[in-house]
C-alpha cells in the first residue's frame, strides 16, 4: 500500500520512539522529527521521505552537525518494482559508511504499519553499530532497546564541539519551550506551531481575556519573559498599540486563536484566569505570517 504524503511516516515512527521511552516532537528547527529522552536529554533526529533521495541523505548528514544521533525513515512498498526497493541493503550500507541510522516503514491495508530497522546509529559518542544481517523488525526490538537505552542512560553525552554543542542547544531549548506536539513531521505549506507562536497565543489569551494591558501585566499573567518585544514586534499581526505602553488584540490576534485551538485550548485550561473563556470558533484565515 503505498503512501501519499511522507507526513504518513509521521505516526508509526512517533509510536515506535515513544515505546523507547522518548518524547517526539515535529518540525523541530526543520527537523521532521526530533525524540528526547528525559533521562539524560538524548537527543534523536529523524529525516523522512517517501523515498531515498539524495536531498534526504544531505539532510541527515547536515542534523549530524548538531551531536545528535541521526536516523533516515523511507516507505517500504512491497507492492511496487523498483530500483529503491530492491537495494536497501546497499543504503543501509552507505547509511552505515557514513554513521546514519535507517528505517523503513511499510504500510496495509488492513493492519497497522511495519517499521523494519535496516541499521542502528552511530552518534551522541556512542559506538557504530554492527550490520544487521536481515532488516529487524521494530516491534520484535522494542524490549531489547528500551532496555539497552536504560542500561545506557547515565552513559550518552552528546558530541563534543562548540558547533555541535550550539546546534544541540537550540534544538532543546525549541523542543523543551514547546507544551506538547502540535504539528505533523514531513509537512509543507502550512503554518507551524513553534514555541515563538505558542508564547504570541498566550499573549493573545492575555489580552483576550483581560482587554488592553500593559507588557508588564501581559508578562505577569502568561510568564513569557519577552513579552514586551513580542507585542512591540507584532510579528504575526495580533497586537495594537492603543496608547503608549498598553497594547490590545487585534482581529487577527483572534482568528490566530482560533486558528489554532488544540493549542489555545491547552493554555486556557492552565491559566487560572482563562477559565471562563468561551471555545474559540476556528476561521479561514486572517492569522498573520508563516
Known amino acids: 500500500m503505498a503512501i501519499e504524503r511522507e507526513t504518513e511516516l509521521y505516526a508509526p515512527i512517533k509510536a515506535h520512539f515513544a515505546r523507547l521511552g522518548y518524547e517526539v516532537k515535529a518540525e523541530v528547527r526543520g527537523c521532521d522529527l526530533v525524540a528526547v529522552r528525559p533521562a539524560d536529554s538524548r537527543l534523536v533526529i529523524v529525516e523522512m521521505k517517501k523515498t531515498f533521495t539524495l536531498p534526504l541523505l544531505l539532510q541527515g548528514l547536515e542534523r549530524q552537525r548538531t551531536g545528535a544521533e541521526v536516523w533516515l525513515a523511507v516507505e517500504r512498498n512491497r507492492t511496487k518494482k523498483g530500483a ?19 528505517m523503513t516503514v511499510t504500510f496495509y491495508k488492513t493492519k497497522s504499519p511495519v517499521i523494519e530497522i535496516w541499521r542502528q546509529p552511530q552518534g551522541g559518542g556512542g559506538s557504530a553499530a554492527p550490520a544487521l544481517a536481515m532488516p529487524m523488525l521494530a516491534d520484535h526490538l522494542t524490549d531489547g532497546l528500551a532496555a539497552a537505552e536504560a542500561a545506557s542512560a547515565g552513559e550518552y553525552r552528546l558530541k563534543e564541539g562548540g558547533r555541535a554543542k550550539r546546534g544541540a542547544k537550540k534544538l532543546l531549548q525549541e523542543f523543551e519551550a514547546r507544551s506538547g506536539d502540535y504539528n505533523v513531521g514531513g509537512s509543507s505549506k502550512r503554518k507551524l506551531v513553534t514555541a515563538y507562536r505558542e508564547r504570541s497565543i498566550q499573549c493573545a489569551l492575555a489580552l483576550e481575556c483581560g482587554g488592553p494591558a500593559s507588557p508588564k501585566r501581559v508578562r505577569e499573567l502568561t510568564g513569557c519573559p519577552n513579552a514586551a518585544s513580542m507585542l512591540r514586534d507584532n510579528y504575526y499581526g495580533w497586537f495594537r498599540r492603543v496608547e503608549r505602553g498598553v497594547y490590545e488584540l487585534t482581529p487577527a490576534g483572534s482568528a490566530g486563536l482560533a486558528q489554532f485551538p488544540e493549542v489555545t485550548r491547552t493554555w486556557t485550561e492552565r491559566f487560572a484566569w482563562a477559565a471562563n473563556r468561551a471555545e474559540p470558533i476556528e476561521t479561514g484565515g486572517g492569522a498573520g505570517n508563516d
Request: some cysteine.
Open 84 to 102: 529503491h526497493n530492491q537495494r536497501f541493503h546497499e543504503l543501509s550500507s552507505l547509511c552505515g559508511r557514513l554513521k546514519l541510522g535507517f
